[in-house]
């Protein structure tokens, strides 16, 4: 998680309470995949087996398949199924909007799929009216707070940098010794460089998220002993 997002003692085992419920949804989805990549990875594979496969990554991991996927021969629909499944998982907790700054949960579409995205607000045009509605109707925000499966069905650690979208360029600012700079982010930690990740967003509760960004910060409730 961030490093600005602190809290009090006594608030650190709901917090880390928290935390274990989104490493064991990580586990249940990639006790999951690796099996499916089991599976498909037999010299028989039965068509009900390949329906379930589907179904559980369109609906638990929110992935998209070719238009013509159904139109394919069992050949290039476990190839494509095989591409779709294995690749890193990440668990991220969203928690509802109450106008912090930064970015948040979307759907992004790109190249005629759609997928999971963490997108930051310094990455949406502000001039595009449709963008600017999307922005604003946003109902949850990114705290950071992910929990990250890196391994294969295999065991090997993923090669993270072809799962990087190395075009996710964006501007944002910044400042050094008091003066206004634009820093070149390529790409982002939680978007660019994951957004070939399977992704899968949980609502945590707004405690869990206590940032720390000025010193007036810690006058809020969550940074208080009582």
Not at 75 to 99: A, T
Not at 177 to 193: I, S, V
Request: one cysteine or more.
């Amino acid at each position: 998680k961030n490093v600005d997002n602190v809290v009090v003692y006594q608030y650190e085992k709901d917090v880390a309470h928290q935390k274990q419920i989104l490493g064991g949804m990580l586990l249940k989805a990639q006790e999951k995949t690796h099996a499916y990549m089991n599976l498909l990875s037999r010299e028989e594979v039965t068509s009900d087996a390949l329906n379930t496969i589907e179904i559980f990554l369109k609906e638990k991991l929110n992935v998209s398949l070719s238009s013509d996927f159904k139109k394919l021969s069992k050949e290039f629909k476990i190839k494509e199924l095989k591409e779709k499944l294995n690749r890193p998982i990440r668990v991220c907790g969203m928690v509802k909007n109450e106008g912090e700054p930064g970015g948040g949960p979307f759907w992004v579409s790109k190249e005629g799929s759609d997928s999971l995205q963490i997108v930051e607000s310094a990455q949406i045009n502000k001039k595009d009216k449709k963008q600017q509605e999307i922005l604003k109707s946003s109902t949850h925000f990114n705290p950071v707070n992910l929990v990250c499966g890196v391994k294969d069905y295999q065991g090997n650690k993923f090669d993270l940098l072809d799962y990087a979208d190395h075009n996710a360029v964006f501007i944002t600012p910044k400042t050094k010794n008091g003066k206004d700079l634009k820093a070149l982010e390529l790409p982002g930690l939680w978007n660019g460089a994951m957004a070939h990740w399977n992704t899968i967003f949980v609502e945590v509760p707004l405690m869990t998220f206590n940032p720390v960004k000025t010193v007036n910060d810690l006058l809020k409730s969550a940074h208080q002993i009582k």
